[in-house]
Nanobody
């Protein structure tokens, strides 16, 4: 399974960016897809997650500004980021919980390669 993330870049404060992450490979399903971020000198933190049924969770600092969504047919998760702030600057990673087969009793977890988001003040 591979996760390919894209969409990062440099934007001024108040601007918007949209991240995408597509999963490819052989698997039965992806119950959860999520976005994490890691700023310089800080630990990686979860930003948002979405289940295959559309249930979403957000970290408090992005509520009302970021929207996570997914296209199950394309195995792709998106993160629409509006009203960006300098403190949103980080490398953003997608993560997927993957069920390998219908009979598998466990899930595997995969990370995308990370995409840089830089917000200038």
């Amino acid at each position: 399974v591979q996760l390919q993330a894209s969409g990062g870049g440099l934007v001024q404060a108040g601007g918007s960016l949209r991240l995408s992450c597509a999963a490819s490979g052989s698997f039965f399903g992806i119950p959860v897809m999520a976005w994490y971020r890691q700023a310089p000198g800080k630990q990686r933190e979860v930003v948002s997650s979405v289940t295959s049924g559309g249930e979403t969770v957000y970290v408090e600092s992005v509520k009302g500004r970021f929207t996570i969504s997914r296209d199950n047919a394309k195995n792709t998760v998106y993160l629409q980021m509006n009203s960006l702030k300098p403190e949103d600057t980080a490398v953003y990673y997608c993560r997927a919980e993957v069920v390998p087969s219908m009979l598998s009793p466990r899930s595997d977890y995969y990370w995308g390669q990370g995409t840089q988001v830089t917000v200038s003040s």
